[in-house]
């Protein structure tokens, strides 16, 4: 399985990113889907989710209104449509994939199974 993201990187806030990931190696529609980021020298946090159809999303409380999470089953991919972006939304950004959640582990990192490598993402103020 691989997972790669894509379409990181340096925006003026107020801007606007969408983030990619491309998977392969996997029936990509029975898989949950979520975005992660990360701060060096903080914990990983939950940014949004997806279920296998696409019918539910989960956000964060602190990127809900702002960010939307979408699949393209055909495609095996997931974006990431980041709107309005302000400089605490600077981080590495992770796809994460797994065919097993529930609405109580959706949000935790260490319920996936896999993961790609990251897209940086910078918001200058």
């Known amino acids: 399985v691989q997972l790669q993201a894509s379409g990181g990187g340096l925006v003026q806030a107020g801007g606007s990113l969408r983030l990619s990931c491309a998977a392969s190696?996997?029936?990509?529609?029975?898989?949950?889907l979520g975005w992660f980021r990360q701060v060096p020298g903080k914990e990983r946090e939950f940014v949004a989710a997806i279920r296998r159809s696409g019918g539910s999303t989960y956000y964060a409380e602190s990127v809900k209104g702002r960010f939307t999470i979408s699949r393209d089953n055909a495609k095996s991919t997931v974006y990431l449509q980041m709107n309005n972006l302000i400089p605490a939304d600077t981080a590495v950004y992770y796809c994460?994939?797994?065919?097993?959640?529930?609405?109580?582990?959706?949000?935790?990192?260490?319920?996936?199974?896999?993961w790609g490598q990251g897209t940086q993402v910078t918001v200058s103020s």
């Open positions: 190696g996997l029936t990509f529609s029975r898989y949950y």
């Open positions: 994460a994939a797994d065919r097993e959640l529930i609405i109580t582990t959706i949000r935790i990192g260490a319920s996936y199974d896999y």
